[in-house]
Structures are given as C-alpha cells and as structure tokens.
C-alpha cells in the first residue's frame, strides 16, 4: 500500500475518532480509552511517513504538502508526550481537528500542486525534518504562553475563568511551557549538529536567526537555574521567542 | 403519584429531624409504606434540607392516605395535626414537577446545587432493592432522571460557585490543576478559614498548617481537621513551601505585605502563591497582588463572585423550567400514545 492510501487512512480514522469524542462530550460521558485511540493515530501517520520516504528514498519531509502532514504528525506526538493535562485542555481537545485540517491540506496540495524535487541527502533531510518539530514545539509554546497570560490576567483582576473553557490552570501552563521551550532547545540544537555535519550552506541571516534563538535559549535556562523566573516571565520569553522563530521560515535558501 | 414533604421552607430544623431516615432505612420505610392500604409503589427521599414521600396511591384524593403515610414516619408520642401544616402535597402532573424540579437542584437551599441528584438516585435504588417500586415508578423515575439531566447540560443552573469556600476552591483549581500535593497554611482558626481548609482538603490538599496567636486554638483546629500546628512566630518561615495562605487573625494590622514575600520569590523559585484574606481588617496588604506570580483574593471578592455564581444561577431558572415542562408534556403525550 502507497503512502497516499495510509495519509487517507490516518485522515479517515481521525475524523473517526474525532466524532466518537465529539459525541462523548455532548453525552457528557468519560471518552474512554481516548488516547489509545490516539496512539494508533500516531502509527497510521508514522507508516505514511516511513512508506513517503520509502518510496523517494529520502526523508519525507520536502514540499509544501508533506511538510503539512508532518505537521500534523508533531500535533499527535505531542499530545502524546506532554501529559495528562495537556490532553485533558482544550489544546488537546483541538488536535484531532488540527490533524484533520492539515491532513487535508496537505491531500490538498498534494493532488493540485506540483512536486517539490527531493534532495538526496540524508543528513541535510534529517536536519531539516528535527529542526520542523523543534520549531513546532517552539511555537506550541508560544501559544501556552499567550493562554498563560490571558488566564493571569484574568485572575489578577479577581474574574473567575470559567471552568468550562477547558484550558489548563496557571501551573500546568508554566510547567508546558518549559517542557516545550526545553524539547524545542534540544531539537533546534540536535538538527543544528546534523547541518553542521552535512556541511549545509546556510545563509548568514539564518545563522543569525539561529545564534539568537540558541542565546536567548541558554540565557533563559541559565536565569532559571541561578535565579528563578516567574511564570508570566517564561510566558512573555515563549511568545517572543515563538514569533521570533517565524521569522527563519521567511529567509529564502 | 402523589408527593408528600416537608423541606427547609416549611419545616423548622426540629421538624425536619423529626421526620428524617437514615439512608440504610429508606427501603425498609418502603416497605412499610407499601403495606398500607391503596399504596402499590412508593419512594422515600430524605436528606438535611428535606423528607419527601412519593408513592402510588389508587384513591388520589383521599386524604386519609395521607394523614396513614404521615404517621408511618411519626414518633410515638406525636400526632398527625401537630405537623401536618409543615407538610405539603403534590398530585399528579404536579408531583411529577416537583420532582424535576428537586433532581435538578431548582428547590434546593442552594440554587442549582448537584448533590441532590445523587440523593434521588440513592433514594430510587434503595427503594428497587426493597421492591417498593414497580413498572410505573421506575418509568417516571427514569423519565425524572433524564429531565434532570438535560436540565443540567442544556441550562447553566449549575455553573459556578456560589458560597465562599467554593470560590476559594474552584480559584486554587484554577492556579494549580489537582490540589494533591497543595500545601495550605491557616493563619487565624476561626470558623470561615475552617471551612475553607476543609473545602480545599476535601479537593485533595495534601499538607495543612495552622498558626493561631493561641497555640492551643491551633492544635485543636488541627485535631479536627488533620494537619500540623506552627508556632506563630514560626509562620513567616513555613511561607517558603506554601501554596496557599488563608488569613482570618483578628490583628489590627497587615500580617503580609509585599515586604514579607519579596525576599521569599527566588527561594520559593517564583512559584505561585494563592493569597485569600478572610479577615476583617485585612491581614493582607493589596499591594501583594502586584508580584507576578501572587495572587490575592480578599472576602470581597470572593462574596462578590459567589453573588455573581447566584445571579447566573437564577436567571437560569425560566429556562430550567422550560425543559422541565416540555420534558413532562413529551411524557405524557408518550403515556396517552402508549396506552392507546
């Protein structure tokens, strides 16, 4: 079976799953056994991936189309790896349809778009491929750390958050965030290694992109551990640091 | 059906205890019930705020039936016209609404509350297991429970908290997720911060620790509510693993000031702290609520969201009503249906 057929699956057992939970909810009952189901979802999109890169003998994250998917492949890992609380927030809630969205679009282009050529070169493949995820998580902090600002706010000025939002609490927030900002750190770190080895012809601009982010990163570790930072200052570093880190996907190679 | 109560509206406290069944005789009450003449199914509902009798009577209007069922629940030394103005009776349709309205927390003391839901189902199932019910109660019943559950998913009857102690828990939930592992010091043991503590420990608080100008005040506080007593010159120091301070001293002045916990920040890492000040004067200076990761909620507050919980709550109250109509109609236009 192509990867095409498996992307459809992933898609098609997304939305699946997606309408069992939807209809959980509105029966207020307990989606039990929710994140095994999500876990298949997680071997659906991995096959997809391994059999794209089977099939081009390269890594499969090249193109507009298959960078969506992969996307949607990070979605599902983190869901799976950041906790209980997570899954429990509406940031879970929304990754179904997150991965049903890109999943699409990403079919989408795949059928109306041209093909990207591949690039046979492994190490600069896989630098690529850590450096999307570490990004990702980069940017998924980002908007913890924009939840997190909202929900002090909120509460410094005494307005209850309704329970019913489905957002974590302060706490959770704040330990997300640097979870995040810690897996993004070493992924941006390890993708870094395997350019340098590829011997990649980075333009300048991106090199400073990256020194920045790299900076900010140790600069912010380093006041954690000597002196503490509060959860509305590691808020504020996430979403700089976050949109900041779009700016590397505007430098044209 | 027939409904014949008492609650906290027409019923004095004394009355009330009068008439109330331990949960492990509801079914046994039943039976009783059952073996008086015209009465083929029945239900006994007792909680603190109200003793309710359904049952299935074949004579509705007589109301010898109902001065039998009182005095199946009457002491000896009492009689039926003693009490029988602190009682009143629904009938039919209008029984059948007045149990919605009571599953769905309409006629609770406290508009809206949840627990209730839960007695009625205790009360239904201690009354199937003595077999007082029948295929007529169990319909209505299970007719009852479905109404109350659409009451509770398609109305706002039941969100937020309406009492101070609630507030005060559902905020901490709202800083730190699970309370497991929250650690509360008590500063003052009077009854409001006792309440509080109990609220916050009943969610899973792990460590309590209460300081009082009078030790002895604090050791008894701790042998009821569990936790660990502190000297009160010893509390500034317990600041450093706290997560939430409930202050309610008697003192004239401020106990904490952003003094107090500027020094602790680094060594407490810039965790959150969850101030709430139940004290008249103050115990806590406002100005506190400015460090970042502070955050301060005096009785003010805390009353005026509990009012704001109350105000949401009742302007619920047409629309709970609305469901609960259209759920009885639906249930008798399925009865006349089924019966032909």
Known sequence: MSSLWWIFASLVYALCVMTLGWQCRQAQKPFVHGFIWIVFLFVFQSIALLLKGLEIEACPV????NVLFYFSWGLTLFYIILGRPYRA???GLFTLPGVCLLTIASLGLTFTSTETPYVDNLLLTIHVAIAM????????SGVLGLIFLAENKKLKKHLLP????GLPPIRILHKSMKRLMLVSFILIIISEIFGVVAHLDVPTIKLWIVGILNGAFAVIWFWQIVWGLSG???AISSVILALFSLSIFLVNK | MICLGLNYRTAPVEIRSMFA????????KGKVLTSLEGVSQCLVLSTCNRMEIYYWAEDYLAETTSSDVMNCFLPPDHSVDQVKGHFYRHVGKDALKHLCRVVSGLDSMVLGETEIFGQVKTAYQAAHEAGVTKAKANKTLQKVFSIGKKVRSDSEIHSGATSVGSVAVELAEQIFGELCGSKVLILGAGEMSQLTARALKARGAES???ANRSYDKAVELVN????????????EQSLIDIDIVIASTSAPHYLITPETLLPLRSKRKYRSLFLIDISVPRNIAPEVNDIEEVYLYDIDTLSQLADEARRTRELEVARCENIIEQGIEKYFEDETLYNG
């Open chain 1, 62 to 65: 090249r193109g507009e189309a």
């Open chain 2, 208 to 210: 309590v620790f209460v």
């Open chain 1, 133 to 140: 995820l570490g990004y990702a998580a980069l940017i998924l």
């Open chain 1, 162 to 165: 309704s329970k019913e939002n």
């Open chain 2, 224 to 235: 009821q509510i569990g936790g660990e007593a502190i000297r009160f010159d010893e509390w």
């Open chain 1, 232 to 234: 509305k200052k590691w």
């Open chain 1, 89 to 91: 927030s509406a940031l």
């Open chain 2, 21 to 28: 069944v331990p949960q492990h005789l509801l079914g046994e």
